[in-house]
């Protein structure tokens, strides 16, 4: 039987578990398999472009799971009453292809793009940072705020967004979830990076934009780059990256999908999981500014997976679901549609 997560048992155990614990130990399992980045066979994701978005399928796999998401991204879907990104992920034995787990993603991708975005903070940012503007207050901006908060202690947020309702939407849900957490709005981009440890961008628009210019750079930001996450979709202007270290997952993916797709091909770059492992130096000094130039990769995805069936399977959260057919006769499929003796799977679920 597979064992299906659905948003009410996500829900579950985000509710048990509480969001900043929840984003701690995500983190921590992100690590875990980051520092083995060369146990896993990895490939950049298969998408699927059209005017209005982009389908995307992401694999990867170590030598005993293996694990995809199905996401979407179609920044217009709000004006429809739909989420702007939709996902569900599979966890499968190698040994057999065996689906052991099929579960949500759309709550759980925002969880985990939080997690490893102050995961690589915690590597890149300068010690001691605790004011952050949060550059798009939508979907995703909550979870990157209290991810920052739970991971680095960050104690300021500075909200922007072209939408004023989304900024309201953002002090609202903080106020209730992290009083200790001050978001302070501001009337423009400038002025809320002006001052900050870190720089968030967390936009929708599939467009080339410059969100960030040089000039709003000052020495020793951290800018945290989620929004750039596929082809023709930047928010950092080119001079930014000229002055920065720039630090991303998977490089061949990046290269296509990050703000570096706006760079020369042999523009330097360094890989987040060999800061992890201590193979490379994050920060080097307290004036050095560092970009993580985050897509997402398929890796997050299965931590995160797997975080989620590890704590579900001890907290007896979700459901047993007959996704494909245990029969008393493994070569007789047909006697699915025969009628007659009901295979093993449906008896023990009926």
Request: hydrophobic share 45%.
């Amino acid at each position: 039987m597979t064992h299906f997560i659905d948003i009410a048992s996500l829900l579950a155990l985000l509710q048990q578990r509480g969001p900043e614990r929840f984003l701690r130990e995500l983190a921590d399992e992100l690590h875990a398999d980051f520092i083995r980045w060369n146990d896993f066979d990895k490939s950049p994701r298969t998408a699927a472009h059209s005017q209005l978005g982009v389908i995307e399928l992401m694999p990867v796999s170590d030598a005993t799971t293996y694990a995809f998401k199905y996401v979407n991204g179609h920044p217009a879907n709000t004006a429809n009453g739909l989420p702007t990104v939709m996902a569900f992920g599979v966890l499968a034995d190698m040994a057999t292809g065996y689906p052991v787990l099929l579960s949500e993603l759309t709550l759980t991708t925002a969880l985990r793009t939080a997690a490893t975005s102050a995961l690589a903070a915690r590597a890149l940012a300068r010690p001691g940072a605790r004011s952050m503007a949060l550059i798009g207050n939508g979907s995703q901006s909550e979870f990157q705020a209290l991810a920052f908060h739970g991971l680095l202690g960050v104690n300021e947020i500075r909200a922007f967004d072209t939408d004023p309702a989304a900024t309201a939407k953002l002090q609202r849900n903080l106020a209730r979830q992290q009083p200790g957490l001050r978001v302070v709005p501001a009337a423009s981009a400038r002025e809320a990076v002006r001052g900050a440890d870190i720089v968030t961008t967390v936009t929708a628009d599939k467009t080339r934009a410059a969100i960030l210019t040089a000039d709003m750079v000052e020495p020793g930001m951290h800018i945290n780059a989620v929004g750039g996450d596929c082809p023709g979709k930047t928010e950092l202007h080119p001079d930014v990256l000229r002055a920065a270290r720039v630090f991303v997952e998977f490089e061949p993916q990046t290269r296509v999908e990050g703000d570096i797709q706006q760079m020369p091909a042999d523009f330097p770059v360094q890989a987040l999981w060999e800061v992890l492992a201590g193979a490379a130096p994050g920060r080097r000094d307290a004036r050095e500014v560092t970009v993580f130039d985050s897509v997402g990769f398929a890796l997050e995805d299965f931590s995160a997976l797997r975080y989620v069936h590890r704590l579900a399977t001890e907290q007896g959260v979700g459901q047993r679901i007959a996704l494909v057919p245990e029969l008393d006769d493994p070569k007789d499929l047909f006697g699915l549609t025969a009628g007659g003796r009901r295979p093993a799977a449906l008896r023990r679920v009926a």
